[in-house]
C-alpha cells in the first residue's frame, strides 16, 4: 500500500535558523497536504500543492511538490519559537479522497 | 463555535467493552474523515464518508471498528470489544466535496483502554 515518509523524524534548531522537512511517497501523488500540529493539538491545515513543481510561499513558509509528484517539501526560514510543533505531508491518490500522513517531523526551537 | 466538534473528550475502558464516538462536522461540509493517531505517530487513516456513503474503509482495520454517517451530517465510530491496542487519539476531520479540500480537523477523543 501507498506509504508517505518524512525526514528528519526531529530537528532542533536554534531562533533564527532555517528548517527544512522532506516529505516522500512510495507512489505518485494527484495532490498534497501539509499540516502543523502543536502538542497537545489536531493537526491545522497549511497548504495544498497540486501540480508538479508547484511552489507556493507563505510569509517564512516555503512549500514544493516535486516533478514526479512523489515528494515534497517544507522550508521554514529564520525559524521562531512559535514554528515549533510536528509537521506532517498527507499525500492524496488519483481516484480517491483518502490522504495518507507521513510520519511527521518535529521541531523545536532553542531561544 | 463552528468548528469540528468530537464527543467524548476522554474515554476510559475496560478491555472487551464496547465505546462509541461521535463527531459533528463543519456544517456545510459533506467529506467526513476518521484517523486514529497514537504518540509520536502520523494520523493513521481508518475511514471517510461523501454524504451518508462510506467511500472506503482502510484495510488495516478490524472489523471490531465500525463508523456511520446516517444522515450525512454527524457521524459515530464504534469499536466492539476493546483492546489495549486500540487506545489512541481518535480524530475525525471534514472538509468541501472538492478535488483535495483541506480537512479541519476536530480536538480528538483520547481512548484509555485498561
Known amino acids: 500500500g501507498q506509504q508517505v515518509m518524512q525526514i528528519p523524524q526531529y530537528q532542533h534548531v536554534q531562533e533564527g535558523e532555517d528548517f527544512t522537512t522532506y516529505c516522500n511517497s512510495s507512489?505518485?501523488?494527484?495532490?498534497i497536504q501539509w499540516y502543523k500540529q502543536r502538542p497537545g493539538g489536531h493537526p491545522v491545515f497549511l497548504i495544498q500543492?497540486?501540480?508538479?513543481?508547484e511552489v507556493k510561499k507563505q510569509k517564512r513558509l516555503t512549500f514544493q511538490f516535486g516533478e514526479a509528484k512523489k515528494n515534497s517539501s517544507l522550508h521554514i526560514t529564520a525559524t521562531q519559537t512559535t514554528d515549533v510543533g510536528t509537521y506532517f505531508c498527507a499525500g492524496g491518490a488519483s481516484g480517491t479522497y483518502k490522504y495518507i500522513f507521513g510520519t511527521g517531523t518535529r521541531l523545536k526551537v532553542l531561544a | 463555535d463552528t468548528g469540528v466538534s468530537q464527543d467524548p473528550r476522554h474515554k476510559i475502558t475496560k478491555r472487551g467493552q464496547n465505546v462509541t464516538f461521535r463527531c459533528d462536522p463543519i456544517?456545510?461540509?459533506?467529506?467526513l474523515y476518521w484517523y486514529r493517531q497514537t504518540l509520536g505517530q502520523g494520523p493513521e487513516f481508518l475511514t471517510y464518508f461523501q454524504n451518508e456513503a462510506q467511500l472506503e474503509k482502510s484495510r488495516l482495520l478490524s472489523d471490531r471498528f465500525s463508523a456511520e454517517r446516517p444522515k450525512g451530517s454527524f457521524s459515530t465510530l464504534e469499536i466492539q470489544r476493546t483492546e489495549q491496542g486500540d487506545s489512541a487519539m481518535y480524530l475525525c476531520?471534514?472538509?468541501?466535496?472538492?478535488?483535495?479540500?483541506?480537512?479541519?480537523f476536530g480536538p480528538g477523543t483520547r481512548l484509555t483502554v485498561t
Open positions: 456544517s456545510e461540509h459533506n467529506r
Open positions: 507512489t505518485t501523488l494527484s495532490n
Open positions: 476531520a471534514s472538509s468541501l466535496a472538492r478535488q483535495g479540500g483541506e480537512q479541519y
Open positions: 500543492l497540486v501540480k508538479s513543481g
